[in-house]
């Protein structure tokens, strides 16, 4: 489960910039659509540069992207939060086994990779808080550019939305404005 968990943070990251690619419309081929590739454009042998996509949200003060693009280099190959990444692969390519007692494997294997339990979750609850962080820069990005389209247009809507619950037969109680 603690596997499975790992594997699921990092989908949650990849789902941020699908998400992220439909809202700006962001060309490219969907299938290669990762947190790690949505941000920066890295060409060999040049610097770092803003997809051209983002660059107008970018100098238009959105600074939620930027955020984003930091954590996508922290677990990039050389940042500070790859071995996220990295337990992610490994369970999803090979075997992962997790030793509550040492870590040393009882035969050497390319397709099994070994790590002590306790190093595992500390890995997994620090996943789980990049993860947040995350979703709490998506949402951010959502709401500086929902705010930045109202100012342009002068025009400020307000929507209803009722409970879940309500609209659902569960809750008796009808929202006050509708």
């Known amino acids: 489960m603690l596997s499975l968990a790992q594997r699921a ?15 700006f419309s962001v060309p490219g081929p969907y299938k290669n659509v990762y947190f790690s590739n949505r941000w920066l454009v890295v060409k060999k042998g040049q610097p770092l540069a803003w997809h051209p996509a983002l660059q107008p949200e970018i100098q238009a003060g959105n600074t939620a992207i930027l955020a984003l693009a930091e954590l996508s280099l922290d677990i990039g190959e050389n940042g500070a939060l790859h071995q996220k990444k990295a337990y992610r692969h490994a369970s999803t390519h ?13 035969r050497v294997s390319d397709y099994i990779e070994h790590c002590g339990v306790s190093e595992f ?17 998506f949402v951010e990005m959502i709401s500086i550019r ?14 209803n939305v ?12 009808a929202p006050s404005a509708l």
Request: with cysteine.
């Open 121 to 137: 979750e500390s890995h997994l609850i620090e996943s789980l808080q990049l993860v947040r962080a995350a979703i709490i820069y």
């Open 94 to 106: 090979r075997f992962t086994v997790l030793h509550d007692i040492g870590c040393t494997p009882s």
């Open 9 to 23: 943070c990092i989908d949650v990251l990849d789902k941020v910039a699908v998400a992220t690619s439909e809202l």
């Open 146 to 159: 929902e705010a930045a389209h109202k100012k342009a247009k002068g025009l400020v809507g307000v929507m």
């Open 162 to 173: 009722p409970s879940h619950h309500w609209i659902r037969g569960e809750d008796p109680e």
